[in-house]
């Protein structure tokens, strides 16, 4: 065991003890501190581009979690993730954040460290996704899964709907592969909000709109490799860093779900649609060149422990070369047919083709991967 998941161990076990007395009135309440941990093992064929999965047997998103209350005012959580990257374990410390839960007027704060609320997914542990790999949006512009050292401010609106808008103020080191070091402070800023409601008893839906600035800029650095002389290969760079960035991204998602009678655990559709853009790809380059993606997805639960489900993405990226920008591509397809036998297990079988690459290597003419996810304990409640 590595020295850094002996000290998430410890932290983990003594976290509760540390909150001393705070802790103990909130277990007199009726609340204590949840302990819980997620195995994700899978096997591709071979890797996608872009993508955070080696070829293979290999383990994903693992990770072991506590979460509670410090007294009546906050509550925490920590988390420390394994995961297998290029034939190495890997471990990270992915969550540590201490938020208020008794701010007036519908206002919450947290600090530290956590997972940008921007997207329809990145909030969302990737164990707990649909599919094996989130989508070419996610993987291009945020590493797939952008959790970062900041702060956040929601505040849930008082109407009959609900209502949530939020900012957060992010270091942006963990965005970026390789960090200007002339920045200092905060390097990222995002804005968003989401919206929902039902229509009836069986249709229910959300939209979303999230803005994000970045005062560092990914493709800086990869001009500089080509500057001197090495070759980038994005394919292969580590899943946390975006790897077509840019000042400006916005990105907008909406998703539509339907349940006779409202019965999700029998029978359930999910349609969610997503689009991103990029601007500001370099200090000279202005508002013209961009990346842009777009995905959609749709999981139609049939049975209460079967789920089939399709995903289409196209990416289009500028990448610079020399003070010019040229056109690059790539459309993925995804089909997956998971088995739940438990809300606590899920084995999930895709198959995945990507086509049309163009300045983008790595491209799978055709892959397959086998998952098998199985957790332990308490785990955080799944976002709409």
């Not at 921007?118 to 542990?125: C, D, E, K």
């Not at 019965?263 to 842009?292: F, K, S």
């Amino acid at each position: 065991m590595s020295a850094f998941l002996r000290s998430t161990v410890s932290l983990v076990s003594l976290l509760p003890w540390l909150a001393g007395a705070p802790c103990a009135q909130a277990q007199e309440a009726g609340e204590s501190w949840q302990f819980g941990a997620v195995l994700d093992v899978a096997t591709t064929s071979r890797p996608l581009a872009l993508g955070g999965r080696d070829q293979g047997l290999q383990l994903g998103h693992s990770d072991l979690s506590a979460s509670g209350p410090l007294g009546r005012h906050l509550q925490a959580r920590l988390t420390g993730v394994l995961a297998t990257h290029e034939g190495r374990l890997e471990t990270e410390l992915e969550e540590a954040w201490v938020e208020s839960r008794t701010l007036p007027g519908g206002l919450s704060l947290r600090a530290g460290r956590f997972a940008s609320q921007i997207g329809y997914l990145n909030a969302q542990h990737p164990h707990a996704d649909d599919f094996v790999e989130r989508p070419l949006l996610y993987r291009a512009f945020l590493g797939g899964h952008w959790n970062d050292d900041g702060l956040r401010l929601n505040l849930t609106l008082p109407t009959s709907l609900y209502w949530v808008v939020g900012a957060e103020v992010m270091r942006g080191k963990r965005l970026v592969a390789e960090a200007d070091p002339e920045v200092r402070g905060a390097g990222a800023f995002t804005l968003s909000t989401k919206l929902g409601g039902d229509w009836d008893r069986a249709n229910s839906w959300q939209l979303g709109l999230s803005y994000l600035k970045s005062r560092r800029l990914a493709a800086q650095a990869h001009e500089e490799e080509e500057a001197e002389g090495e070759a980038h290969d994005p394919a292969h760079e580590h899943e946390h860093a975006a790897q077509y960035g840019g000042r400006h991204l916005w990105l907008a998602d909406a998703t539509w779900k339907w349940a006779p009678e409202g019965n999700n655990r029998d029978q359930q559709l999910r349609v969610t649609v997503e689009a991103a853009r990029v601007t500001g790809l370099t200090p000279q380059a202005g508002n013209g060149p961009r990346h842009a993606a777009e995905s959609l997805a749709v999981v139609w639960r049939f049975h209460p422990h079967w789920e089939l489900g399709s995903r289409l993405d196209q990416l289009r990226v500028q990448a610079p070369h020399d003070g010019e920008f040229h056109s690059g591509q790539l459309r993925e397809q995804a089909l997956m047919l998971a088995w739940k036998p438990s809300h606590l297990q899920t084995v999930r079988l895709q198959a995945s083709r990507q086509r049309d690459a163009v300045e983008i290597e790595g491209a799978a003419r055709r892959a397959v991967a086998l998952q098998y996810i199985l957790a332990f304990g308490a785990h955080g409640a799944h976002a709409f």
